[in-house]
């Protein structure tokens, strides 16, 4: 009689454990969509006086280096420059660095952009190796290129940094599209906040099902898969709540890579960025606060909730699972390599409740999750747990999702508001539902697997393939 | 069981409460969206009427009221906000005053200022602008609840309207802007200062609040101000004279970086010593070029460029030759004006600069001071020893396409032709071949791809092989042929012969 009362006593441990992380994270989350409504909407209120229009006109904007690092991004590479070249920004200049590709992307730079390779200076301000050759555009005099051997996104960055020549730069993903005054709404918040701004994220959005011409968003439409669906919910989830939520706790843990904004200097200070971690983004927002802490230097690191960039996601869960795992690595490496950070009052509401609430809620949380998800059905299917206790865990983890999830496309609707017909805002509201019911389970293991990754010491880049949009990108192009 | 049973009913009125919630949000997306629909779709519709005819009444003189009489019938929200949108977007400096006539007979102007102000100041305030009667003090009690109107909900809805009073003509702007300085938010008093270009007695305000920024005490940004004195109508230069000599270094930096600002403006006549105030010019040339500060003398120089005269040349002359590598950074850019082609030895000097921004300015200076400045870049590339020197100037020819000229003087007379041709060698021998491969591929001249093949003969750079190898391989190609005619055994035609290329 001891095994099942020893079962029984597992069980009950572990069934409380449950109810206390997901009661404890859905606190959190809901203490985050208060702060995020009001953030957010207050924001979009401010935009709503174009101030960032005159910008364009003026003679203090700072000038932007746009980076682009590409692997095998033949696809899309070509719109994706176009619509950086177009980007509505007085002073810019476009670094696309090819990080080694074994497919046509440089070929297609070249040929639509006439290309004409030089031998530039190369000067190393953060450490990479040398660019195999350089290119700049006959056409477009902003444009340069360099290719270089593979070695990673990190190292594309950093060639990309040491290339560049304005005070600051923005990473943009290969497979990323910019809304046209993208730039100038990112670099408002830079230019009238009265401390350096060192790190300015912009909302990502899903460009699966959207329509590109001429390297802009010309149709938006809601994707077609229910895994792309869910991972819209997500994003707006995400930017809305999340990033905006953290931003204004001053808080930033997580900067977007595909659309960031960057201090130059203070980057090349924090030694640019690391391959430490498989998410060089998340590792550099980490880097820059503990170096800019410890040297005494006043800064802000910030999420900007009106500029936004267009990606492409997973179209399939096998793409998607290495897309989370590899997130989920990175978070918990970034988050061992900055320990000292954990706790910290030095670090204001970044060391004393940003990492750790990533650190226990999304870092070892996943796992909690996951587990959580599969035993606490199987207790109760064997008597362990009783019906109360079940529905509230149903609650919990379910019922509340759907809750913040709605919440997350009212505040789109509220502010945003870039899905313009009824039957979008229709279809995101059930998806809001549906995600919660598999599709965040799914991702939960996943997210599970990326900790699992971590403590058996692995450091694989999982690379995500780009097939959804990328057939329409072509067709329109 | 009775705690179970307990815990049973609040799970089920949490579930309850959880599903009404989201069934309130889906609710009222729904209903906004329809709203907002319809808003919309009668702001359009009244915009659509409005525009066209206030672009009539703007423009012809017509009494405020026979005006409204012609806008016809406004109602509702969506009209008003169409009717108010249009009118302000449609103000120009002409229309000005007959804009703002409109907007004050519609009531628009007393609704932001009360938005702005509050109802009796925003009272008070209208009545000022039209009877000239002298305003109390501030007696608003509204700025003794600095910290709730501190908070951005309530900021936000006056800065909107600040804005939109700053648009209108400057006898009601000027009041409405005078009295948005004291707002206790930094939000309200950033677009306060975005709207003081027009304002005459902007300067004597901003100079101060730049003071304030640098200090950190206002919560604007130092920008946000710098722009603003940019943009600022200058018509007491004296105050912009007092804080070139303030005793904060910072301060009379940015005001020193926002008169370059001013200067650097597109104009149709470049301008002269003549342009600026004595007082002014006396204070750059004898005390700001020599200020303890670096980062003060070397905005300087970028001022004085302007000055164009004797006493600017020997002031640039001798802060190219400062001891801090910034001074002599903007001293050398300043020089890139055709009146100072005298200094194009001293220019030349600093192409040998220890440090490499120097070098790089210098080259730029010299490429942009025309025939003069680019031979003497030319003899320097050619005669220099300085390894620095020479990369910096290959660097800049292959960025602008200077390049691309010297390829294409490498057939134009005798002279230019040899220096085209040294130039081309010594880049080929400095291992910087690539642009002039590229160029033995693309360039439409088969004469000038033939004068770069034999200068690239000398080299056996991977880049160029595989350019020399392409065209071997492509036998119709107009250099393959010509290269076939002239040496049958040359290293064209003998791996066109091989079967050579990739």
């Known amino acids: 009689m001891i095994a099942p009362d020893l079962l029984y006593r597992v069980f009950h441990v572990a069934n409380v454990t449950f109810l206390l992380y997901f009661l404890i994270a859905n606190l959190f989350y809901t203490l985050l969509m208060v702060i995020s409504l009001y953030a957010v909407s207050m924001q979009t209120k401010s935009a709503g006086r174009r101030e960032f229009e005159g910008l364009s006109s003026s003679p203090v904007t700072p000038p932007i280096a746009i980076i682009v690092p590409a692997y095998n991004e033949e696809q899309v590479i070509v719109q994706t420059v176009l619509s950086l070249l177009d980007a509505d920004y007085p002073a810019k200049e476009i670094i696309v660095v090819d990080d080694g590709s074994t497919d046509e992307t440089l070929e297609r730079l070249a040929s639509r952009f006439t290309l004409v390779r030089m031998d530039l200076i190369y000067r190393e301000h953060v450490p990479t190796s040398l660019p195999v050759a350089m290119y700049r555009s006959a056409e477009c005099p902003e444009l340069t290129v360099i290719a270089s051997e593979h070695r990673g996104k990190p190292h594309a960055l950093n060639t990309g940094i040491n290339i560049a020549r304005s005070p600051y730069f923005c990473t943009v993903d290969a497979d990323s599209v910019l809304e046209r005054d993208a730039l100038l709404r ?4 830079v230019v009238a906040s009265p401390e350096n701004t060192v790190v300015s994220g912009g909302v990502i959005r899903i460009a699966n ?6 390297g802009h968003i010309s149709a938006i439409d809601l994707p077609k898969t229910w895994v792309e669906r869910c991972q819209t919910v997500e994003y707006i989830r995400t930017f809305m709540f999340g990033r905006a939520g953290w931003s204004a706790l001053g808080a930033t843990v997580v900067a977007a890579g595909a659309f960031c904004l960057f201090h130059r200097e203070s980057v090349m200070l924090a030694g640019g960025f690391s391959s430490d971690t498989v998410t060089e983004d998340i590792d550099m927002v980490a880097s820059l606060r503990r170096t800019l802490t410890e040297k005494g230097w006043k800064h802000r690191i ?39 950070m954990l706790l910290n009052p030095r670090y204001g509401s970044l060391g004393l409740v940003g990492l750790p609430f990533h650190f226990v809620i999304e870092g070892i949380g996943s796992v909690v999750e996951a587990i959580g998800t599969f035993m606490v059905p199987i207790a109760f299917a064997l008597g362990l747990l009783p019906l109360p206790m079940f529905l509230l865990f149903l609650l919990l983890a379910v019922g509340y999702g759907t809750l913040l999830s709605l919440a997350s496309v009212l505040l789109e609707e509220i502010t945003l508001r870039r899905y313009p017909k009824l039957k979008h805002v229709l279809v995101l509201m059930i998806f809001a539902v549906i995600e919660n019911l598999g599709y965040r389970q799914l991702v939960a293991l996943f997210r599970a697997q990326g900790v699992l990754r971590y403590l058996l010491g692995q450091k694989k880049w999982e690379r995500v393939e780009h097939t959804g949009v990328r057939g329409e990108l072509a067709q329109e192009a | 069981m009775t705690g179970i049973q307990d815990l049973l009913v609040i799970v089920l009125w949490l579930s309850i409460a959880v599903v009404c919630l989201d069934l309130a949000f889906v609710l009222f997306v729904l209903v906004r969206r329809a709203v907002r629909h319809r808003y919309f779709l009668r702001k359009d519709a009244a915009r659509a009427r409005f525009v066209p005819a206030l672009k009539v009444i703007l423009s012809t003189k017509i009494a405020p009221n026979i005006a409204i009489e012609r806008l016809g019938p406004i109602r509702g929200r969506a009209e008003r906000d169409a009717l108010s949108g249009s009118l302000v977007a449609a103000i120009t400096v002409e229309n000005c005053t007959r804009a703002t006539d409109l907007l004050v007979h519609l009531g628009f102007v007393e609704e932001w200022a009360e938005e702005a102000f509050g109802r009796n100041r925003a009272l008070a305030l209208i009545r000022h602008v039209h009877t000239d009667e002298p305003l109390d003090e501030r007696s608003s009690w509204r700025w003794r609840l600095a910290a709730l109107y501190n908070l951005r909900c309530f900021a936000v809805a006056r800065a909107a309207a600040v804005q939109k009073l700053g648009r209108l003509a400057p006898e009601y702007a000027d009041a409405f802007i005078e009295e948005a300085k004291h707002d206790p938010s930094p939000e309200v008093r950033h677009v306060n200062i975005n709207n003081m270009g027009r304002s005459s007695s902007a300067l004597e305000y901003l100079l101060p609040e730049l003071a304030s920024a640098i200090e950190e005490r206002n919560g604007i940004a130092v920008r946000t101000i710098k722009a603003a004195i940019v943009r600022a109508e200058i018509s007491n230069p004296d105050v912009l004279v007092g804080f070139l000599q303030h005793h904060s270094e910072r301060v009379r930096f940015l005001v020193v970086d926002s008169i370059r600002e001013v200067c650097s403006k597109p104009r149709e006549v470049p301008l002269s010593a003549a342009d600026f105030p004595p007082a002014m010019y006396r204070v750059f040339l004898q005390t700001l070029a020599k200020d303890a500060c670096t980062d003060v003398r070397a905005r300087s120089a970028a001022v004085i460029r302007h000055f164009r005269d004797p006493a600017a040349s020997s002031v640039l002359c001798r802060l190219m030759r400062d001891e801090n590598e910034f001074v002599r950074l903007h001293a050398v850019r300043a020089c890139a004006d055709g009146y100072y082609s005298a200094l194009v030895p001293e220019i030349c000097e600093r192409l040998s600069d220890q440090r490499w921004r120097v070098r790089e300015a210098a080259v730029k200076t010299l490429m942009h001071l025309g025939t003069r400045g680019i031979r003497a870049l030319a003899d320097a590339f050619l005669t220099t020893k300085d390894r620095y020197a020479t990369e910096q100037i290959a660097d800049e020819l292959q960025r602008t396409g200077a390049l691309l000229d010297v390829i294409n003087s490498l057939d134009s007379g005798y002279e230019p032709s040899r220096i085209a041709t040294e130039v081309c060698r010594k880049m080929i021998a400095m291992g910087k071949s690539s642009f002039l491969a590229e160029m033995l591929g693309k360039h439409q001249s088969v004469a000038k791809r033939e004068r770069l093949m034999d200068l690239l003969s000398t080299t056996h750079a991977p880049y160029t092989t595989a350019v020399l190898d392409w065209i071997a391989s492509h036998p119709t190609d107009p250099l393959a042929i010509a290269a076939r005619s002239r040496e049958p055994g040359g290293r064209i035609a003998f791996a066109a012969e091989a079967g050579g290329g990739k």
């Open chain 1, 186 to 189: 990112l670099m408002a918040g």
């Open chain 1, 209 to 214: 099902g959207c329509t590109m011409k001429d």
């Open chain 1, 302 to 340: 910030a999420f900007t909730s009106d500029p936004v960039c267009w990606t492409e996601a997973p179209g399939s869960l096998k793409m998607l699972a290495r897309q989370r795992r590899r997130w989920q690595l990175g978070l918990m490496q970034t988050i061992s390599k900055h320990r000292g």
